[in-house]
T-cell receptor
Framework: GNSVTQMEGPVTLSEEAFLTINCTYT??????LFWYVQYPGEGLQLLLK?????DKGSNKGFEATYRKETTSFHLEKGSVQVSDSAVYFC???????????FGAGTRLFVKA | DVKVTQSSRYLVKRTGEKVFLECVQD?????MFWYRQDPGLGLRLIYF???????EKGDIPEGYSVSREKKERFSLILESASTNQTSMYLC??????????????FGPGTRLLVL
């Protein structure tokens, strides 16, 4: 079945460091791919998405490229801030289905 | 601004009580979902609904039921609460459109403690 695997956390970085959170997926068809972010005490919110191969999603300085050949959708940011501290979830939306499959989440701590 | 609201942010109940968690969305979305979130386990789907009065079991439906009498409202019911149902419960909605992927919109969550 469909699945999403993302790197385990927590990830701890200093402010202005480069961030990569790895995400790979297994899916039939052509899923859409997402990164959601959950700030402390809140629900998840969409960070960025890509709907087809080679698409790049971007938002708030974060980027991820839909790589079909490596079945990956890694999240990157060139310079993290303390306010980026949160849990990040990689997810895929099944082709022709209703459900979204979420990875386990990666907690990011950014130190000043 | 799109909005999904949940009836309570925090809830404390006793074992054996019947518990209702309410979720309302104002986006006219067809699909609604209930998840529970536990440390180390990510989000697990309990139930979802793709239309009024329609429901489908998710990955962990045991001990739960749902109700969707109106399009905007989706209720999660714990028939007889148990301590292993202590968790964060998240409601989400999405539209039926297939273009652009089915983005899910989440409520703030209800943290339930069963004593």
């Amino acid at each position: 079945g469909n699945s999403v695997t993302q790197m385990e956390g927590p990830v701890t970085l200093s402010e202005e460091a480069f961030l990569t959170i790895n995400c790979t997926y297994t899916a039939t068809g052509y899923p859409s791919l997402f990164w959601y972010v959950q700030y402390p005490g809140e629900g998840l919110q969409l960070l960025l998405k890509a709907t087809k191969a080679d698409d790049k999603g971007s938002n708030k300085g974060f980027e991820a490229t839909y790589r079909k050949e490596t079945t990956s959708f890694h999240l990157e940011k060139g310079s993290v801030q303390v306010s980026d501290s949160a849990v990040y979830f990689c997810a895929l939306s099944e082709t022709g289905g209703f459900k979204t499959i979420f990875g386990a989440g990666t907690r990011l701590f950014v130190k000043a | 601004d799109v909005k999904v609201t949940q009836s309570s942010r925090y809830l404390v109940k006793r074992t054996g009580e019947k518990v209702f968690l309410e979720c309302v969305q104002d986006m006219d979305h067809e699909n609604m979902f209930w998840y529970r979130q536990d440390p180390g386990l990510g989000l697990r789907l309990i139930y979802f609904s793709y239309d009024v009065k329609m429901k489908e079991k998710g990955d962990i439906p045991e001990g739960y039921s749902v109700s969707r009498e109106k399009k905007e409202r989706f209720s999660l019911i714990l028939e007889s609460a148990s301590t292993n149902q202590t968790s964060m419960y998240l409601c989400a909605s999405s539209s039926f459109e297939s273009r652009g992927g089915k983005t899910q919109y989440f409520g703030p969550g209800t943290r339930l403690l069963v004593l």
